[in-house]
């Protein structure tokens, strides 16, 4: 398996952006697809965006779509998510996690985890 870190939460306005950074070890990076995935407060873990292994390719959440940029560098072994126009929804932990397959836009589709990142987005 990979070992994933991820980094860049906080608190921020509404309106306002972040960048959350992955750092992964462990297995050879660029063998796996990339996703990131959030749990709100009562809430079950919910899909946000994927990146391909490559990076040629990528999927987003509807409710994410247009505001953020998923983003991912095999040299450094590093996924990256740009948010930008923050809402007070996207308020949750958010967790980079790794797949050997691609097209399985849910928690099931995924083999690893990091230990994820607080946002707080104040309206």
């Known amino acids: 398996q990979v070992q994933m870190v991820e980094s860049g939460g906080g608190l921020v306005q509404a309106g306002g952006s972040l960048r959350l950074s992955c750092a992964a070890s462990?297995?050879?990076?660029?063998?796996?697809?990339m996703g990131w995935f959030r749990e709100a407060p009562g809430k079950e873990r919910e899909f946000v965006a994927a990146i391909r292994r490559s990076g040629d390719r990528t999927y987003y959440a509807d409710s994410v779509k247009g505001r953020f940029t998923i983003s991912r560098d095999n040299a450094k072994s590093t996924v990256s998510l740009q948010m930008n126009s923050l809402k007070a929804e996207d308020t949750a932990v958010y967790y980079c996690?790794?797949?050997?397959?691609?097209?399985?836009?849910?928690?099931?589709?995924?083999?690893?985890w990091g230990q994820g990142t607080q946002v707080t987005v104040s309206s």
């Open positions: 996690a790794a797949s050997t397959r691609w097209g399985i836009f849910a928690p099931a589709g995924y083999d690893s």
């Open positions: 462990g297995r050879t990076f660029s063998n796996y697809a």
